[in-house]
């Protein structure tokens, strides 16, 4: 899939089908994270799924964060016509 990521960078990569969740909002992420990590079977899944899904955000970046997630909600709300425009 070809993405483009929200915020001031307005950076975009080719990302593989395995590496894509739909955008739900960020609670509806850390829901996930945390089913996915009830779900794993042994203690070193658990850690190592709780440590990949950990919103890592530095204090410098996270106003640029903030400012992309909510472009991305924003675009949840609009058609996908309208978001190509």
């Given at each position: 899939y070809f993405v483009?990521?929200y915020g001031?960078?307005?950076?975009f ?8 969740l ?9 829901d996930?994270?945390q089913?996915?990590?009830?779900k794993?079977?042994m ?8 440590e990949r899904?950990q ?8 106003d640029?964060w903030n400012?992309?997630v909510?472009?991305?909600d924003?675009?949840?709300?609009q058609s996908?016509e309208?978001?190509?425009?």
């Amino acid at each position: 899939y070809f993405v483009v990521f929200y915020g001031a960078t307005a950076d975009f990569a080719w990302v593989s089908d395995s590496s894509i969740l739909p955008y739900n909002g960020v609670d509806a992420f850390r829901d996930y994270a945390q089913e996915m990590v009830d779900k794993a079977p042994m203690k070193s899944q658990k850690e190592q799924l709780s440590e990949r899904f950990q919103l890592k955000v530095t204090a410098s970046r996270r106003d640029d964060w903030n400012s992309a997630v909510k472009e991305a909600d924003q675009a949840k709300a609009q058609s996908s016509e309208q978001r190509l425009e």
